[in-house]
């Protein structure tokens, strides 16, 4: 079974884990009714999606209201800390999260406990803090932008706030960049870097780019990262190695994205909502 | 080769001679800290903290130590109270200082580090926000997309994070150009 871990960006929202299914526009844990506009909400949405689509059960979401004070997050790092060693995940997705080392720490020192031990997916602000942790390594797969890349290459910045401009520079490439993250000890087992091109690499090098469909106006919009992160773990959680899930989700989330016929101005749910069919088109022709 | 090493070392020494920082609970207090104090015309900047006594998602104001009495004072009066007054006694980080700008026809986005605004040229309607990974992200996005520049809330009036940090940096970028 496929677990989240996740913010939703309301200040009073409870600290609730579940089961979370997909209605409409809106994700669904218990009595909760989230809309799906970006975020976390948007990564649980592209993961039920595709779950249904690969006929497994729907994610058991941690979920709690935090819009930036840390409050909720603390909340969840204790609950993590205290009961994650119960739990029995395949695989487990980390997502918008407060980075904060030392609770961090402590959540996974419980994970290492595990008897057996959950394939590791971290994105956004969980992947921030495996970096400055030191511990990227923990992690089986990170799903960062350039943005993002440039700042797992930087093994100074504590936050990609903090990235030096010579390694933002857009002259530089992301395989160099992939390399020295790699060197650094600043990357997970694997990446899956999202952006105009998508690469699958590991400490060897670049495994796979998928570059079709070319859908330039995806990047502006908010959530088409999230909905990679989703799918991606959707499909590791459906029995997919890593390798053949980071490409397979890039593919449909490119497609998905093609098939909105999205501008800029577009949003999330339009893009969710043509996965099953971008899913289809990928998938049949394994 | 000696002779270049003094002065480079006696450089890095007189860059930080007199200087220090001010140490925060939460981003949210620094932010505060930063608009008080430059309004009152004080010659701060924000910067990273020292590894020492980093946590997470941070900043430090860097300030002349020579002025401390008077701007703990002037923060004590909104409220705001500094964890730690301490010395520089090493090189800081620096914030994100490099933009990219990418045009796709009407829309102009802008990134500062992780952190993505688009905007609509012809209505100044910023039409997505984008990137980041601290949990006021989709909460920013959630209160600025769909507003005109001139009436959306800024980040460092409603963020906490670094994240809402690099946002005000592209905000401020895509005002000037727009």
């Known amino acids: 079974m496929l677990g989240i871990v996740g913010t939703i960006p309301e200040e009073n929202f409870p600290l609730i884990s579940g089961p979370v299914s997909l209605e409409d526009d809106y994700i669904v844990i218990g009595n909760n009714h989230i809309n799906v506009n970006r975020g976390t909400p948007a990564m649980i949405a592209a993961a039920v999606a595709t779950l249904k689509y690969m006929d497994k059960p729907t994610p058991f979401c941690y979920l709690v209201g935090d819009i930036g004070n840390g409050k909720g997050c603390k909340l969840l790092y204790k609950e993590l800390e205290e009961n994650i060693i119960n739990t029995s995940f395949d695989t487990l997705a980390f997502h918008y999260f407060q980075p904060e080392v030392t609770l961090f720490k402590k959540v996974i020192a419980e994970i290492s406990k595990m008897p057996k031990r959950p394939t590791l997916i971290a994105d956004a602000g969980f992947m921030y803090v495996a970096k400055m942790g030191g511990d990227a390594r923990f992690f089986d797969l990170f799903t960062p932008d350039a943005g993002e890349l440039a700042y797992l290459a930087d093994e100074k910045a504590p936050h990609p706030f903090y990235t030096r401009g010579f390694i933002l520079h857009e002259d530089n490439q992301v395989p160099d960049l992939i390399k020295r993250a790699y060197q650094h000890n600043n990357a997970a087992s694997h990446l899956l870097v999202k952006g105009s091109k998508d690469y699958v690499a590991d400490k060897d090098g670049i495994i796979e780019i998928i570059e079709n469909p070319i859908v330039e106006t995806l990047e502006p919009i908010g959530g088409t990262g999230d909905t990679l992160t989703g799918i991606v773990s959707a499909l590791v959680a459906s029995g997919l190695d890593i390798k053949t899930a980071s490409a397979k989700a890039a593919m449909v989330n490119r497609l998905a994205g093609f098939y909105a016929k999205p501008t800029p101005a577009t949003q999330i749910y339009d893009i969710i909502k043509q996965i099953p069919r971008a899913l289809n088109e990928v998938l049949k022709n394994k | ?178």
């Open chain 2, 1 to 178: 080769m000696f002779n270049l090493f003094k002065k480079k070392n006696s450089e890095f020494i007189s860059d930080n001679h007199g200087r220090g920082i001010l140490v925060f609970e939460n981003t949210t207090q620094v932010i505060k800290a930063e608009n008080i104090l430059k309004s009152n015309g004080w010659e701060i900047k924000v910067m990273g903290p020292p590894p020492n006594i980093r946590s997470g998602c941070d900043l430090v104001i860097e300030f002349p130590l020579i002025e401390e009495l008077s701007i703990t004072r002037a923060l004590s009066e909104v409220n705001i109270h500094p964890l730690q007054v301490v010395p520089v006694n090493e090189d800081l980080l620096e914030p994100v200082n490099l933009l990219h700008e990418k045009e796709y026809s009407k829309y102009l986005m802008i990134r500062a580090a992780n952190m993505k605004i688009t905007v609509d040229r012809e209505t100044n309607i910023i039409v997505n926000v984008s990137g980041g990974g601290c949990p006021d992200v989709p909460y920013l996005a959630e209160q600025m997309v769909d507003k005109h520049l001139n009436e959306a809330p800024q980040p460092k009036d409603i963020g906490h994070t670094l994240c809402a940090y690099a946002l005000q940096i592209a905000y401020d970028r895509v005002v000037e150009l727009c």
